[in-house]
Structures are given as C-alpha cells and as structure tokens.
C-alpha cells in the first residue's frame, strides 16, 4: 500500500513539474539561436574579426550536427557611409567555394551546408576586398 501511494505521489508531483517547466522551456528554445538549435554537438564561437582599418567586424558560431555545418554571424560597422563584408570560404567535395555578404550598420545572418570540412572566413570594409583582415578558420 506504501510503495503504490509512493509511486501515485512521485508521478503527480512528476507531472505537475513537467506543467510548471513547459511554458520555460518553451521560451527557452524559442529564443535559442539557431545554431544552437541545430547542434547537440560542439558549438564554436569565434571573433571579433577586424577589417585592416578595424572599421568593421564580425563574430558568431559554428556548429555541426548529422553532418550540417550552420554557422551564424553578426557584423557590426557604423551605419551610413562604406559598406562591409564578410567573406566566407569553405572545402566541400573536394574544393574550395567562397561567397560574401555585404551590410551597414548591425546584421546577424545565417547560412549552412552539408558535408563541409573546413571553413574560413575574414571582413573587408569599403569594398569587397579593401581594408580586409586577417582570415581566420572557424571550422
């Protein structure tokens, strides 16, 4: 009779923390980003990456999971004026790929792909390869 009134106590009390945790936990993931979503693996963050002239720069993380490379980035540059860039080169099939993106003021940008082994990535300012930085692996 103890063990069964036991087992009813620690099911109710079971459930009714799983009620109280569910709005939490929702919010929680909500707000994850998605690299952090994507990933129960590791997870790298990496930056701050300057431009030449330290004008620009960029951040963010790297993760993989069932063979997904996603990466999010944040580029900061003060708004009006030149543009920045961030380039982005990864090996994939055997070669080598690249492509940028360009902003002014904050961004925060997200891109992925399957089967890569390495990335690399550097930020330019004033043009697409003017004033770069150094180029950094962050995969």
Known sequence: MRKTLAATLLAGSMAVSAIALAPGA???TQAGTAVAAASTGSVHNWGKFFSSDRKAYTFGQTGKR???VVTEWHGVDKVGGKRAWVWFEYYKNGGWHKFNRSW???VVGTWSGRGIKKVY?????????????????IY
């Open 104 to 106: 002014d003021g904050k």
């Open 121 to 137: 990535t550097f930020t330019c300012w004033a043009g697409k390869l003017d004033n770069c930085g150094r180029k950094y692996r």
């Open 26 to 28: 929702q919010a929680a």
């Open 66 to 68: 069932n063979g997904i």
